[in-house]
């Protein structure tokens, strides 16, 4: 019991174990939620107060805005937190806990797809890799989008290896779980429906690797008989390869015509499932997606007035989606040059999700020769996945003009088992160097661990801590509110921890008078919060005699830009002892940075 736990889960616990203490850390590290976490409580709540009109409302998709609503009501249960504080921690649990069964559903479809060996250094990899481990603990609907995505493409390969028509079809339920948190969550199921596709038309000349023809008593005899790792011939190192004892897949043992026919019913019952699940949404929204359609209706005259008045973006912040900075490329003109120009987004946000420095193996665990070998019938599976996931990035750079380091998510998911594979070579020639090393398995497990060492700086470090002095300013606005009271900011962060209505204006304030016209209907807002640059801020249009404002907080918003300021004002008049400040002064961080 002991050997088979060292041999064959106990990277997989290490694993886990390195996941739960990261994410653990960083949530306790980074008390702020995500700009868009805001938005996915706000649907929580609509959800629950009308399911049916969110589904119609919003383009966000309602999986996970559901399981923060289910998270955070389980937390109020079990805590007695308030309906604010419960929202926030569910989001972020909810998150959090999809990251940890993320390496494990990451664990078991490398073990399938490659063996035992490259699944554990997979899943260490995946438990230090900073682009998996902060984005599962900043309560945003990636990880457990990826959850299922991954569920999906075990479910799928263990299917395709075991002829196991239920499992396709639970493939399928996964992947339209998936498209419920988001769009792209169809990936795995289409791609899985290819590969079966591509075993039906094996006869007009395809030849899948579904289809090799092979003895069946010599293969029965060879891998069902076979419980002991065996020496790997084709290797150019002397290294024991871990080889997968489950039998080999059901399509090699039969005929090439029941062949045809088990991909035939296992193409209907992966559609079936996918149609049974992804049909409610489809049916009550009366849309597919409405996220980075290319033919969306144009908006109203009134959509695009409040989008002029409440943008998402603060000076501190990205440009809007498809927007560039001053120093980015303009847009091409033709097709073919934004199609480049779409390669070159792809590649750069991808070496950027795998550390620049995972090129190295990912590029020796695809192409040397002596890299581990993935499982016949199953590598067809994990190239589609591949494919249809960069294709998908790349037809969403097409359409929306970017791509997000969140989007290629799945996608550096999906090529850490190249990254483990490619570490495992230069483990073995390390071993064969050295000898004093020991065995290849414990040299390529250290290896691993050097790496999570390496990587836990950044995955450790706090998340949004930038917006802490906009937190700290909603902060000070509620605890100083009246019931009632509405606010005027740059940010929404400022109305989510303020608990407080109201609407936004431009970064730097450009929409200021505009955002005065909308006040309530005494004509002036209890509170305005804003983000600007001194340098050319009028602070007299609101402290001024006409004015009607007095400043009573004066933050610093950034550390090396001290021109960037947060800046708090409070009717004149409110006469509840609100503090004047004649000569603004500057608050270090407080301890929500910490």
Same mark, same amino acid.
């Given at each position: 019991m002991a050997d088979t736990l060292r041999t064959g889960y106990g990277g997989l616990l290490a694993a886990l174990v390195v996941t739960a203490a990261f994410e653990a850390a960083i949530l306790a590290r980074? %008390?702020?939620?995500?700009?868009? =976490?805001?938005?996915?409580?706000r649907i929580a709540h609509e959800l629950a107060d009308d399911p049916t009109a969110t589904l119609r409302l919003e383009d966000q998709h309602p999986g996970y805005p559901a399981m923060?609503?289910?998270?955070?009501?389980?937390?109020?249960?079990?805590?007695?937190?308030?309906?604010?504080d419960a929202a926030i921690l569910g989001a972020h649990l909810a998150s959090a806990l999809c990251g940890v069964m993320s390496v494990l559903l990451l664990w078991l479809f490398v073990r399938r797809l490659y063996d035992a060996r490259v699944a554990n250094v997979t899943g260490l990899l995946a438990a230090a890799w900073p682009l998996l481990r902060l984005n599962a603990a900043d309560g945003l609907s990636d990880t457990p989008h990826l959850m299922f995505y991954l569920a999906a493409a075990w479910l799928a390969a263990e299917a395709l290896a075991r002829g196991r028509l239920t499992l396709l079809a639970a493939? =399928?339920?996964?992947?339209?779980?998936? &498209?419920?948190?988001?769009?792209?969550?169809?990936?795995?199921?289409?791609?899985?429906?290819?590969?079966?596709?591509?075993?039906?038309? $094996?006869?007009?000349?395809?030849?899948?690797?579904?289809?090799?023809?092979?003895?069946?008593?010599?293969?029965?005899?060879?891998?069902?008989?076979?419980?002991?790792?065996?020496?790997?011939?084709?290797?150019?190192?002397? @290294?024991?390869?871990?080889?997968?004892?489950? %039998?080999p897949p059901i399509s090699a043992l039969i005929s090439p015509n029941n062949r045809r026919l088990?991909?035939?019913?296992?193409?209907?019952?992966?559609?079936?499932?996918?149609?049974?699940?992804?049909?409610? @949404?489809?049916?009550?929204?009366?849309k597919?997606?409405?996220?980075?359609?290319?033919?969306?209706?144009?908006?109203?005259?009134?959509?695009?007035?409040?989008?002029?008045?409440?943008?998402?973006?603060?000076?501190?912040? /990205?440009?809007?989606?498809?927007?560039?900075?001053?120093? /980015?490329?303009?847009?091409?003109?033709?097709?073919? $040059?934004?199609?480049?120009?779409?390669?070159?987004?792809?590649?750069?946000?991808?070496?950027?999700g795998l550390c620049y420095l995972g090129l190295i193996p990912l590029t020796i665990g695809s192409f040397a020769p002596a890299r581990p070998r993935r499982q016949p019938g199953l590598a067809s599976l994990h190239v589609a996945l591949v494919s249809v996931q960069a294709g998908l990035l790349l037809l969403l750079y097409l359409v929306a003009g970017y791509i997000s380091h969140r989007h290629v998510i799945p996608l550096v998911a999906l090529l850490l088992?190249?990254?483990?594979?490619?570490?495992?070579?230069?483990?073995?020639?390390?071993?064969?160097r050295v000898p004093k090393l020991g065995p290849p398995r414990r040299v390529a497990m250290a290896v691993a661990a050097i790496w999570v060492v390496c990587m836990a700086p950044k995955c450790l470090r706090p998340l949004n801590a930038v917006h802490t002095p906009l937190v700290e300013a909603a902060q000070w606005v509620r605890g100083h509110?009246?019931? =009632?009271?509405?606010?005027?900011?740059?940010?929404? &962060?400022?109305?989510? &921890?303020?608990?407080?209505?109201?609407?936004?204006v431009g970064p730097e304030a450009p929409n200021l008078p505009v955002g005065m016209h909308f006040a309530p209907s005494s004509g002036l807002w209890p509170f305005i919060v804003l983000e600007v640059d001194e340098r050319t801020f009028d602070?007299?249009?609101?402290?001024?005699?006409? $004015?009607? &404002?007095?400043?009573?907080?004066?933050?610093?918003?950034?550390?090396?830009?001290?021109?960037?300021?947060?800046?708090?004002?409070a009717l004149r008049d409110r006469g509840n002892g609100l503090p004047a400040s004649s000569s603004p002064r500057a608050a270090k961080h407080s301890s929500l940075s910490r």
């Amino acid at each position: 019991m002991a050997d088979t736990l060292r041999t064959g889960y106990g990277g997989l616990l290490a694993a886990l174990v390195v996941t739960a203490a990261f994410e653990a850390a960083i949530l306790a590290r980074s %008390p702020i939620i995500a700009k868009d =976490g805001i938005g996915f409580i706000r649907i929580a709540h609509e959800l629950a107060d009308d399911p049916t009109a969110t589904l119609r409302l919003e383009d966000q998709h309602p999986g996970y805005p559901a399981m923060v609503l289910a998270a955070s009501r389980l937390v109020q249960r079990v805590t007695g937190k308030s309906d604010f504080d419960a929202a926030i921690l569910g989001a972020h649990l909810a998150s959090a806990l999809c990251g940890v069964m993320s390496v494990l559903l990451l664990w078991l479809f490398v073990r399938r797809l490659y063996d035992a060996r490259v699944a554990n250094v997979t899943g260490l990899l995946a438990a230090a890799w900073p682009l998996l481990r902060l984005n599962a603990a900043d309560g945003l609907s990636d990880t457990p989008h990826l959850m299922f995505y991954l569920a999906a493409a075990w479910l799928a390969a263990e299917a395709l290896a075991r002829g196991r028509l239920t499992l396709l079809a639970a493939a =399928g339920v996964a992947s339209g779980l998936a &498209y419920w948190i988001r769009p792209e969550g169809l990936v795995p199921g289409a791609a899985a429906g290819l590969v079966l596709i591509a075993n039906l038309v $094996g006869r007009l000349g395809w030849r899948s690797s579904l289809c090799r023809e092979r003895p069946l008593w010599r293969s029965a005899s060879i891998e069902l008989t076979s419980h002991r790792p065996a020496r790997n011939a084709t290797e150019g190192v002397p @290294y024991r390869e871990l080889r997968d004892s489950s %039998p080999p897949p059901i399509s090699a043992l039969i005929s090439p015509n029941n062949r045809r026919l088990w991909s035939l019913a296992g193409l209907g019952a992966l559609a079936a499932a996918m149609l049974l699940v992804a049909s409610p @949404y489809v049916l009550i929204a009366g849309k597919v997606t409405s996220k980075k359609m290319p033919f969306r209706a144009a908006p109203s005259a009134h959509a695009v007035a409040i989008a002029s008045v409440e943008p998402t973006a603060g000076i501190l912040g /990205e440009p809007r989606p498809g927007g560039t900075l001053p120093d /980015e490329f303009a847009r091409p003109t033709t097709l073919a $040059g934004v199609f480049a120009l779409g390669l070159v987004e792809l590649g750069r946000e991808l070496a950027q999700g795998l550390c620049y420095l995972g090129l190295i193996p990912l590029t020796i665990g695809s192409f040397a020769p002596a890299r581990p070998r993935r499982q016949p019938g199953l590598a067809s599976l994990h190239v589609a996945l591949v494919s249809v996931q960069a294709g998908l990035l790349l037809l969403l750079y097409l359409v929306a003009g970017y791509i997000s380091h969140r989007h290629v998510i799945p996608l550096v998911a999906l090529l850490l088992p190249g990254v483990a594979a490619g570490m495992i070579v230069l483990a073995a020639r390390l071993a064969l160097r050295v000898p004093k090393l020991g065995p290849p398995r414990r040299v390529a497990m250290a290896v691993a661990a050097i790496w999570v060492v390496c990587m836990a700086p950044k995955c450790l470090r706090p998340l949004n801590a930038v917006h802490t002095p906009l937190v700290e300013a909603a902060q000070w606005v509620r605890g100083h509110a009246r019931a =009632g009271d509405a606010v005027l900011a740059t940010s929404s &962060y400022v109305r989510f &921890y303020a608990d407080m209505p109201g609407i936004l204006v431009g970064p730097e304030a450009p929409n200021l008078p505009v955002g005065m016209h909308f006040a309530p209907s005494s004509g002036l807002w209890p509170f305005i919060v804003l983000e600007v640059d001194e340098r050319t801020f009028d602070r007299g249009q609101l402290v001024g005699p006409n $004015g009607g &404002y007095q400043q009573t907080l004066e933050l610093a918003a950034h550390r090396r830009k001290p021109w960037a300021k947060v800046l708090v004002f409070a009717l004149r008049d409110r006469g509840n002892g609100l503090p004047a400040s004649s000569s603004p002064r500057a608050a270090k961080h407080s301890s929500l940075s910490r």
